[in-house]
T-cell receptor, first 111, second 111 residues
Framework: NAGVTQTPKFRILKIGQSMTLQCTQDMNHNYMYWYRQDPGMGLKLIYYSVGAGITDKGEVPNGYNVSRSTTEDFPLRLELAAPSQTSVYFC??????????FGPGTRLTVL | GQSLEQPSEVTAVEGAIVQINCTYQTSGFYGLSWYQQHDGGAPTFLSYNALDGLEETGRFSSFLSRSDSYGYLLLQELQMKDSASYFCAVMIGDNFNKFYFGSGTKLNVKP
């Protein structure tokens, strides 16, 4: 199993640009999550999903959108990038009452 | 909302024992997890407590007291490679499993 994979690893965006961060897991986990981590801080939950077709907002959803058309994929969309969205983005998945397995992260800079 | 408190930084010497505390205020509490994160890396799961008491996994142990909304991570026989940030995370399980993270404790292990 590859676990949780994220692409791209790094990205620089200009203000106002859009992009999609990709996340795929091959463990058939129902639960998937997107977090952001600012330098020296903890992780903040952006969005989560409990299965294909079901998503909901976390603590900091503004400026982001998600979709879950399959169990494996959970892409995160930034529509109008702002400097405040400069962060490291982690995708994670888990099964019921289990640990969260994290992907390697995407380092995003908005200039 | 959720709030978690843990010390920002702890320093210990190689071979020693260190305890990292975590207090939380939350609703719909399911369990408390601990994650390790090395600089530039992804969080990795260490332990999960759903019931009161001590869970031991090798050199690491984790404790939970639900009545006190308190837990700790105990690291024994510290090694240089244990230098990392450690995060406690509450799992909220009203309908869906969601993890909310503390701000992290940076552990510095010195020779």
């Amino acid at each position: 199993n590859a676990g949780v994979t994220q692409t791209p690893k790094f990205r620089i965006l200009k203000i106002g640009q859009s992009m999609t961060l990709q996340c795929t897991q091959d463990m058939n986990h129902n639960y998937m999550y997107w977090y952001r981590q600012d330098p020296g801080m903890g992780l903040k939950l952006i969005y989560y999903s409990v299965g294909a077709g079901i998503t909901d907002k976390g603590e900091v959803p503004n400026g982001y959108n998600v979709s879950r058309s399959t169990t494996e994929d959970f892409p995160l969309r930034l529509e109008l990038a702002a400097p405040s969205q400069t962060s490291v983005y982690f995708c994670a998945s888990s099964s019921t009452l289990d640990r969260g397995l994290f992907g390697p992260g995407t380092r995003l800079t908005v200039l | 909302g959720q709030s978690l408190e843990q010390p920002s930084e702890v320093t210990a010497v190689e071979g020693a024992i260190v305890q990292i505390n975590c207090t939380y205020q939350t609703s719909g509490f399911y369990g408390l997890s601990w994650y390790q994160q090395h600089d530039g890396g992804a969080p990795t799961f260490l332990s999960y407590n759903a019931l009161d008491g001590l869970e031991e996994t090798g050199r690491f142990s984790s404790f939970l007291s639900r009545s006190d909304s308190y837990g700790y991570l105990l690291l024994q026989e510290l090694q240089m490679k244990d230098s990392a940030s450690y995060f406690c995370a509450v799992m909220i399980g009203d309908n869906f499993n969601k993890f909310y993270f503390g701000s992290g404790t940076k552990l510095n292990v010195k020779p």
